[in-house]
């Protein structure tokens, strides 16, 4: 029986259960579950503890499907991964180290002895006492002023050597050097690296062809060109391709285009998720066949089923109290005892969650200065919780610490769904803010599933699937205005009810397409090529 093979090729390092298209792959791969037989995925050893994960956090079987992988990690992706865990880790001296832990211990040994004295009652004690740490303090004295003089000492030398270090760092040539040498070598191993990783995905496709049951591959994602080399019938999924429409935005991506072309180029048949990026992306701006392109939308996606309790136990132990408990298990495991959510209950919270990656059209800097508006002028206490990292942002960090809004936008990245479940059933709304998406926004329909109303940009991808004007007028912002945005977010804290039974017809209507019809058209389209 001929198989289909679902072609991966990520990075070392992919979280697939924090990225889209894992989860949409984790819905073909549920859907076709029943027929485990019928699908393989192909993947570079590397990936397969990141494939189990998705499995295991979608509630599949790990066993229901053969990964076919390469043999091992190739040495140069392991040395690449301990110079991270090396650079990631705080690094100190063994001298500091040693330093510091004598000096905790002599500060431990000063408050028992201080705490002993002042909780002894008897005068006669408190003279003793008194005369033995004087003693004590005139036999340690010459002791204590050796190792003043060090500290001294090694403090002045410190001083000297970051004053020299301080005047070669700012001459100009020896500067200039030093920049140019870095950004050689750094490009150097960059490509290095890259090479390492293309020659594991081109003996992945041999290991591929080797096998004579695979018909046809599903191929994710456009910037792996090794599948110009596979046998098999290549079905290319073709999300967007959103430089095209924020140049500005992606600099540098002129390598990354060139493989999306090279993908395209090769592949017997490609599908995508919208009219709009088969039209404008891959017609219009990539001159692909309109025959050759198959648009299949997203079905709803339902996160009821991560909260769910028994019958049995559902009269005394609600989903509310269910998503409470698995956000304060979560919160106790990954969050420090200081954290503004360590204690707090987010059902009583005016919460805000946005559930994406971070990337430059999604738009979470203007959220963020929403944020700022909302809580300053509409006198609001809201909390934004973002599943996207934004700490390599440095013009976002430094708008957040300008703001003080360190307490208001909360950043828990890669949560588990279980936890994003929980999560969006006990915020108040969810927001999305982007300026583009290949299909209509999964955020909708993860978080009214669990009970909780959306407000998003007024984009066209957004505004082609809602009908009702007083919808799209209470639902909808101008992402590029930030004032616009905190206006529909205070409106949906203020109007809870009202929103979410407004939005009841349009998550019927997405209602109405589950997964098992939008997998049914995948196959059609692998039987088609098998």
């Known amino acids: 029986m001929s198989k289909t093979g679902i072609f991966l090729g990520f990075q070392p390092g992919t979280k697939l259960t924090a990225e889209g298209i894992g989860r949409l792959l984790a819905f073909i791969l549920k859907e076709n579950g029943k027929d485990n037989e019928s ?52 690094r100190k001296k063994p001298g500091h180290k040693i330093v510091q832990k004598l000096i905790q211990q002599v500060i431990g040994l000063l408050r028992t002895s201080i705490t002993e004295f002042l909780s002894t009652s008897s005068w006669y004690l408190i003279t003793i006492k008194l005369f033995l740490y004087l003693a ?19 403090f002045v030398i410190r001083l000297v050597a970051n004053a020299v270090k301080n005047i070669v760092t700012k001459t100009p040539s020896i500067e200039s050097l030093k920049n140019i040498k870095l950004l050689v070598v750094s490009k150097w191993q960059g490509k290095i690296y890259q090479s390492v990783l293309e020659n594991e995905l081109s003996r992945l496709v041999k290991k591929v062809n080797a096998r004579e049951d695979i018909g046809v591959c599903l191929i994710p994602s456009m910037i792996w060109p090794q599948i110009k080399d596979l046998k098999a019938k290549k079905i290319l999924a073709a999300p967007d391709i959103v430089f095209y429409d924020f140049p500005t935005q992606f600099p540098g991506v002129s390598g990354t285009h060139s493989r999306i072309r ?55 132990f609600s989903i509310t109290q269910n998503a409470q408990q ?64 934004i700490s390599a942002s440095v013009d976002i960090q430094n ?8 307490h208001d936008v909360i950043v828990m990245p890669g949560l588990p769904s279980e936890v994003l479940a929980a ?79 407004a939005q009841a017809k349009l998550y019927e209507k997405f209602s109405r397409r589950d997964w098992s019809i939008v997998v049914g058209e995948y196959n059609r389209i692998f039987c088609k090529y098998k």
């Open 262 to 316: 090279q993908c395209i180029d090769v592949a017997d048949h490609l599908i995508c998720y919208s009219e709009a990026v088969k039209t404008h992306h891959l017609v219009n701006k990539c001159g692909v066949d309109p025959e050759k392109i198959t648009v299949i939308q997203h079905a709803n996606v339902d996160m009821r089923g991560h909260l769910k309790v028994s019958n049995s136990v559902e009269k005394y």
């Open 326 to 389: 698995i956000v304060r298990r979560y919160v106790r495991a990954y969050l420090s005892p200081g954290h503004v959510l360590y204690n707090s209950d987010l059902a009583k919270m005016d919460c805000i969650i946005y559930s994406s990656q971070y990337r430059p059209h999604k738009n979470i800097f203007n959220l963020i200065k929403a944020m700022k508006i909302l809580n300053k002028n509409y006198y609001k206490n809201a909390k934004l919780i973002l599943t996207g990292d």
């Open 399 to 406: 708008y957040i610490n300008l703001h003080s809004l360190q």
């Open 136 to 154: 004590l303090l005139l036999v340690l004295s010459p002791l204590l002023l050796c190792l003043i003089m060090l500290y001294y000492i090694y």
């Open 423 to 501: 999560v969006n059933k006990l915020a108040k709304c969810a927001v999305n803010p982007t300026l583009f998406e290949g299909g209509f926004p999964f955020t909708f329909s993860e978080a009214y599933s669990v009970g909780t109303p959306s407000v998003m940009s007024s984009i066209p991808v957004v505004e082609s699937e809602i009908s009702i004007p007083h919808l799209k007028e209470i639902m909808l912002f101008d992402p590029y205005d930030p004032s616009s945005i905190a206006d529909r977010i205070a409106f949906a804290l203020d109007n809870f009810d009202e929103l979410f039974k």
């Open 39 to 90: 699908i393989i995925i192909l993947c570079p050893f590397w990936l397969k503890d990141p494939i189990n994960d998705l499995l295991k956090d979608n509630k599949i079987p790990t066993d229901k499907f053969e990964i076919l992988s390469t043999g091992n990690v190739p040495i140069g992706v392991k040395i690449k991964e301990w110079i991270k865990s090396k650079k990631s880790k705080k």
